[in-house]
């Protein structure tokens, strides 16, 4: 087999191997279940309400679906580079031969499965949300926003996590735009009760449109009359994630090729250095 | 898939007039030297000097702003993965794959030596063997995380030599060591000479490790290489100045000398007795470095921060 093929192939199953230990790590189980506790909160209390006759929680559970793409791409692409950065995973993939093609697959199965795992964890709500639905087509549009979203939103991620100094940086110049974007882009609440120029802004970027694709999935028909221009969208939902993919891709590949030619031993070691310091 | 074609299989390592600048800073003004294959070459010098430069742009992850260096018959700044293949790198760890075990990573890493193989030299090497060579069967199946120091950096030599390297680096592979565990470390060292032909270029400050490990210490210091030789040849060299002792009547005498035999024999010559205590003693290896390391160090100005912390 062809040595580039077979790295690949290698990256494969250490991202799984990863994945697998993620699952058994106390750390990561305790954040799973705190983010699950905090999100299935949310939903309980917004069960009441409703916006047009749909309940909100029936609004917001697939909206978080989408949120959860973005999230999964751009915070986590970014917090595990500047991590594997700063605490020498990089360096040693470079060490080995084919390694960084081996570094990058692992990369694209564990960005992956944590999303997966973030939709895993929120499933109970559909014990306590009515009026769920998914068609064949659901299930299609469904797959193709998964993989199409985090194509257009880790590459960004994997642009700042190149960038940063640090892994805390990593994680907090990517997390507060997340929230940022999140408030404005109809995810808790909808877009349609804010000012028109926020929604201008919101939708330039990917998470909007990640969750208008999302509740396009699970929503009822009549429900795109609450949305702008009272229809889904599609077409434009495919276009606006394609150009950020293909942007995104050509800028990360070039700058992640850069950082990468400049990591060296004594880089990691500056970096032990500064994390010893900082204590954290 | 076979091995690169040489200019001489016999030289590993060949570095001329290498230079490395930062900004306005010389690290290196000129370094110049070779390894054969299968020597243990120490590169020796106070922090600083240029060790870690060196090391780097050696393995390919620096790249330098003058000079030509050969590793293996190629420029490491254009080194393939067939290159990569043929190299082990032992880098500092510190936290990364805490979550893996030790067997679990090392089998994991030596697959993408598989397809370098070859009939002379077999890649990898076989996990167990390995493991036993560095001492750790009883954390084989142990998460990194749960390693001591000395341990972690015994996986850190096993993780460099998994792709049965022709040419092992290692930068400061001791730094912040207890005596106990440093002694395990020379242990392991001294073992790996029974791995077929693999080079080892190591950096130190410490002499006494330089004399334990290498075939040949090289100091760096001041940017350039100031001497070249094996342990005892390095004090040899050094040493052609002596000390001659010697206490007549109750009076203690000392005279330096270069050649302390002509001038013992002078001395008892011209005494046929009273002489006593007599002893003629040589500069020792590191009487010789702190001299070398001093004449290269003082005239420089204090070399300031950078911001590219250790060089």
């Known amino acids: ?280 | 898939m076979g091995t690169d074609k040489q200019v001489s299989p016999q030289t590993t390592i060949r570095v001329r007039d290498l230079q490395m600048r930062y900004g306005e800073k010389d690290v290196l003004k000129s370094v110049n030297f070779e390894a054969k294959r299968g020597e243990v070459v120490v590169l020796l010098g106070p922090n600083g000097a240029g060790k870690s430069t060196t090391i780097e742009i050696l393995e390919g992850f620096r790249m330098r702003s003058a000079g030509e260096v050969e590793i293996l018959g190629q420029d490491p700044a254009h080194g393939n993965e067939q290159w990569r293949a043929r190299i082990g790198v032992v880098l500092q760890s510190w936290r990364d794959h805490s979550r893996w075990r030790v067997r679990e990573l090392l089998d994991h890493l030596g697959k993408y030596y598989e397809p370098y193989s070859t009939a002379e030299r077999k890649r990898p090497l076989d996990t167990d063997t390995l493991i036993g060579l560095v001492g750790l069967q009883e954390q084989s199946n142990q998460m990194l995380a749960s390693l001591s120091g000395g341990q972690r950096r015994r996986m850190d030599v096993a993780i460099g030599l998994i792709g049965n390297p022709e040419l092992l680096f290692l930068d400061e592979p001791t730094v912040g060591f207890d005596p106990k565990a440093r002694r395990d470390f020379h242990d392991v060292i001294h073992g790996l000479s029974d791995l077929e032909d693999t080079t080892i270029l190591l950096t130190t400050h410490d002499l006494d490790e330089a004399e334990k490990l290498g075939d040949r210490i090289i100091i760096l210091a001041g940017g350039t290489i100031v001497a070249d030789g094996s342990a005892d040849q390095l004090a040899r060299e050094a040493s052609s100045k002596a000390e001659v002792r010697w206490t007549q009547g109750r009076k203690r005498h000392v005279h330096p000398t270069s050649d302390a035999t002509a001038y013992v024999r002078k001395l008892l010559a011209d005494n046929p007795t009273g002489i006593s205590e007599l002893e003629v003693r040589h500069a020792s290896l590191e009487d010789t470095y702190m001299t070398i390391v001093q004449q290269h160090e003082l005239p420089q100005p204090t070399p300031q921060q950078t911001k590219g912390g250790k060089s």
């Open chain 1, 1 to 280: 087999m062809n040595p580039t093929l077979r790295a690949a192939r290698l990256g494969l199953s250490r991202g799984w191997i990863e994945f697998k230990q993620s699952l058994r790590n106390s750390q990561d189980i305790s954040w799973n279940i705190g983010v699950a506790v905090i999100i299935l909160a949310v939903l309980w209390w917004q069960r009441g309400s409703e916006v047009n006759g749909v309940s909100l929680a029936l609004l917001t559970l697939p909206s978080l679906l989408g949120m959860g793409i973005a999230n999964g791409g751009f915070v986590g692409a970014a917090g595990t580079l500047s991590y594997d950065r700063e605490d020498g995973t990089l360096l040693r993939a470079k060490a080995v031969p084919q390694g960084m093609v081996g570094y990058l697959f692992s990369r694209l199965v564990t960005i992956t499965l944590t999303t997966l795992m973030s939709f895993i964890i929120i499933l109970p709500a559909v014990f306590f949300i009515d009026g769920l639905t998914i068609d064949g087509f659901g299930v299609v549009t469904l797959i193709w926003i998964f993989f199409l979203g985090l194509l257009a939103t880790a590459p960004w991620g994997a642009i700042v996590g190149s960038l940063v100094k640090n892994s805390t940086s990593g994680w907090g110049l990517t997390f507060m735009p997340m929230v940022a974007l999140v408030a404005i882009s109809g995810i808790f609440y909808p877009i349609t009760a804010l000012a028109g120029w926020i929604q201008f802004i919101a939708q330039l970027f990917p998470v909007y449109w990640l969750g208008l694709g999302a509740r396009s999935i699970f929503l009822p028909d009549s429900a795109a009359a609450n949305e702008l221009g009272g229809s889904w969208q599609l077409p434009i939902v495919a276009l606006v994630l394609t150009a950020w993919a293909i942007v995104g891709t050509i800028i990360a590949l070039r700058v992640m090729k850069r950082m990468a030619r400049r990591e060296s031993g004594s880089n990691v070691e500056k970096r032990r250095q500064e994390v010893m310091q900082r204590g954290y």
